[in-house]
C-alpha cells in the first residue's frame, strides 16, 4: 500500500545588504515542472534601536564626469553620460547639518540602481566620531561592457534612511 513517510525539503539564501536589495520575494517548489507550493516573504532594512539621531542631516547628491578626492574639484556635472571605454561617473554628496559632537559612526551607503530597478552597486562610507568631511563619493564605471543605455539613479542611505536621491540617464558613443 502506500507509504505514508514525510519528508523535509530545505533551502536558504544569504540576505546581506551588499547582494539583496529591501522588497518582495518568493520562494516556489516545484516537482516535474509543477508548480506545488510558493511563499511570499518581505526582506526589510534592519532597523537599528541604536542609531543616532540624524532627522536634522541632510545631504544632495550630484553626478559628475571627473572628481577629484584629495581636493574636492568636481567637473563635469551633468544628467547625461555617454557610455564609452575608460568613462566613470561619480556620485558626490556635500553634507549637511552633521551633529558636531558625535560618539558614534555615521554609515552612509550609496545605492547604485540601473534602468530595471535593480541595485548593481553598493558603497558604504562610514564617518567616524571626529571626521570633519563635508562631501563623501562613491563612482562606477560606464564602460560599454558594463552598462546599458537607459535610466539610472544612485541613492544616497544614513542608517537605511534615504537622504537624497539622484536621477541620471547613460547613451551609447
Known amino acids: 500500500g502506500p507509504s505514508d513517510d514525510s519528508y523535509a525539503l530545505s533551502s536558504g539564501i544569504s540576505i546581506p545588504p ?10 516556489r517548489l516545484y516537482v516535474f515542472d509543477e508548480l506545488i507550493a510558493e511563499k511570499k516573504f518581505q526582506l526589510k532594512n534592519e532597523v ?6 540624524v532627522s536634522n542631516v541632510s545631504a544632495s547628491v550630484a553626478v559628475y564626469k571627473n ?7 568636481k567637473t563635469g556635472e551633468d544628467s547625461v553620460f555617454i557610455i ?19 560618539d558614534q559612526n555615521l554609515e552612509f551607503v550609496f545605492d547604485w540602481i540601473d534602468s530595471d530597478g535593480k541595485s548593481f552597486f553598493r558603497k558604504q562610507v562610514d564617518l567616524l566620531p571626529g571626521d570633519t568631511l563635508k562631501t563623501i563619493s562613491s563612482s562606477v564605471s560606464i564602460t560599454p561592457d558594463k552598462r546599458q543605455p537607459g535610466n539610472y539613479k544612485v541613492k544616497l542611505y544614513l542608517f537605511d534612511q534615504l537622504l537624497s536621491l539622484k536621477k541620471f540617464t547613460l547613451k551609447p558613443e
Request: charged residues 30%; aromatic residues 8%.
Open 18 to 27: 551588499s547582494t539583496r536589495v529591501p522588497g518582495n520575494y518568493s520562494v
Open 48 to 53: 537599528r534601536s541604536n542609531a543616532p539621531s
Open 67 to 73: 572628481y577629484d578626492n584629495k581636493t574636492g574639484e
Open 84 to 102: 564609452k571605454d575608460k568613462a566613470r561617473i561619480f556620485a558626490v554628496a556635500d553634507l549637511v547639518k552633521l551633529p558636531a559632537e558625535r
